[in-house]
Nanobody, 116 residues
Framework: QVQLAESGGGLVQAGGSLRLSCVAS????????MAWYRQAPGKQRDLVAD???????YHADSVKGRFTISRANAKNTVYLQMNNLKPEDTAVYYC??????????WGQGTQVTVSS
């Protein structure tokens, strides 16, 4: 069982920045692919960014150039640096942990609200 604890959400004005953090329990973090998803009210949960165990990254087109995913294996932590936030970034952001053969796990989510 893997537990994920997200933090760093909040209310920010458009153009501002936030950094989300997600700490994973256990000893398999360095083998995992970690991802951030978001879900706005009434919409599906969408992939925002992910990072493989080798450090390869993917960012959705909607956040490319504004958001950056990174990881610190020594701290069992994945980050999402969010700059130049827009009102359309408002959503609950979820951390996801995936290890082949183990399955995937979700955090409880953290609310990000961007005011115009």
């Amino acid at each position: 069982q893997v537990q994920l604890a997200e933090s760093g959400g909040g209310l920010v004005q458009a153009g501002g920045s936030l950094r989300l953090s997600c700490v994973a329990s256990g000893s398999l973090f360095s083998f995992s692919t970690m991802a951030w998803y978001r879900q706005a009210p009434g919409k599906q949960r969408d992939l925002v960014a992910d990072i493989t165990s080798g450090g390869g990254t993917y960012h959705a087109d909607s956040v490319k150039g504004r958001f950056t995913i990174s990881r610190a294996n020594a701290k069992n932590t994945v980050y999402l640096q969010m700059n130049n936030l827009k009102p359309e970034d408002t959503a609950v952001y979820y951390c996801n942990f995936l290890v082949s053969g183990l399955g995937d796990y979700w955090g409880q989510g953290t609310q990000v609200t961007v005011s115009s």
